[in-house]
């Protein structure tokens, strides 16, 4: 119970802001909508799973130190249930379409969220062929006046498909079965592949199927599995991919040269991830060179990579969240894992952070690096 304590005394000094939530349950997704509304989903199979729209606190936009608001100060707008577990979420721009993934994995499913009332309702689905009982296909948007759907489990079953009329518009046409931990669309035309394995590629849909991509870098003893995330809008030429193994190996490379990495540096986690569907690495959409990991344990780090050139060994992390294990519980071994973990499209030291335990948390953290 004092290590609790002790968190939260020393959170004032860590957090520029904080606040909590309890969902109904645990979510492994957390997609914006604007900067101001998110959307949650449960993942429990055997039961109808809640779809949720919920905005932030007000009280974000207030600029003095406010310290922590462990209350239920979230605001639920518009939900809806999913008669399966929802493990991928995706928001099209512009609409108020959703697009869900989870098992069984043999369709997606295409929600509304409602003008004139507070419900987000099924509307249809998209077909997918399905193979395998336990394989659900990755899913991304490519935003336009006529929307389209990037989705697949498999190499060899990556399609783009028209929302509107479901038409096929672009397929890998291969027969590689590799399979697939994330899709990602890049820009009107091209998006990036990272397997499982930890083979990554970049894909120009104008083209038939000739990826750029790298060799898998091999699993390690114990058989790691990889994710990866590009760097949206990178101020310039270097590292903009990052590519994270369940081990902890986080490698950073250019897209320019998939086949050598610029670093590779080992996050400090005491265990392998028991999860690595929840493994998550993203960039910080509003600062140059942070990015932050998750699914390995009850926390989420922040990672400056400025100095990570050439780099190799045990990277630590400039900042880490460890709110999910100190604020509900006293941090024992029963701690929750981290789900997964967004930054805010505006705020620069803002993020999300979602664990196994149903809570929610959106918090500002204070670079104590910096000159106060």
Not at 13 to 23: S, T, V
Not at 110 to 122: F, G, L, T
Not at 252 to 277: A, F, G, I
């Amino acid at each position: 119970m004092e290590l609790a304590e002790d968190w939260l005394v020393e959170s004032l000094r860590l957090y520029q802001d904080f606040h909590a939530f309890d969902l109904s349950g645990a979510t492994r997704v957390l997609e914006w909508i604007g900067d101001k509304g998110v959307f949650v989903a449960g993942y429990e199979s055997l039961k109808k799973n809640e779809i949720l729209h919920l905005t932030l606190p007000l009280r974000l936009s207030v600029k003095e130190n406010q310290g922590l608001f462990p209350e239920r100060d979230f605001k639920v707008r518009h939900g809806g249930f999913s008669d399966r577990p929802v493990f991928d979420l995706k928001h099209v721009p512009d609409t108020r379409l959703l697009v869900t993934s989870g098992l069984p994995g043999c369709y997606l499913q295409v929600w509304q969220v409602a003008e004139d009332s507070d419900v987000i309702k099924a509307v249809s689905t998209i077909a997918v062929p399905e193979k395998e009982g336990s394989l659900w296909p990755r899913v991304s948007i490519f935003p336009s006046a006529a929307p389209a759907v990037l989705h697949g489990a498999r190499l060899s079953d990556v399609k783009v498909v028209d929302l509107e009329s479901q038409k096929t518009t672009y397929a890998s046409g291969v027969s590689d079965s590799e399979e697939l931990s994330g899709l990602q669309v890049l820009d009107a035309d091209t998006f990036a592949f990272c397997c499982t394995s930890g083979r990554l590629g970049l894909v120009d849909t104008r083209r038939k199927w000739a990826p750029s991509e790298t060799v898998s870098p091999g699993a390690g003893p114990g058989g790691g599995r990889w994710c990866a995330e590009v760097r949206g809008k990178a101020p310039g030429p270097g590292p903009s991919i990052a590519s994270l193994c369940s081990d902890g190996q986080l490698c950073l490379l250019d897209p320019r040269d998939l086949c050598h990495p610029v670093s590779s540096v080992q996050c400090p986690v005491s265990t392998p991830s028991p999860d690595p569907e929840l493994l998550r690495v993203t960039w910080a959409p509003g600062l140059d060179s942070c990015l932050a990991v998750s699914g390995f344990d009850g926390t989420v780090q922040v990672h400056d990579v400025t100095s990570w050139d050439g780099m190799e060994g045990r990277a630590e992390p400039v900042f880490t969240h460890r709110g999910h294990i100190f604020l509900d519980g006293d941090g024992t071994d029963t701690a929750p894992l981290v789900t997964t973990h967004t930054w805010h499209p505006h705020k620069p030291r803002t993020l999300l952070s979602a664990a196994s335990d149903a809570s929610l948390h959106v918090w500002d953290w204070v670079d104590l690096r910096a000159p106060r």
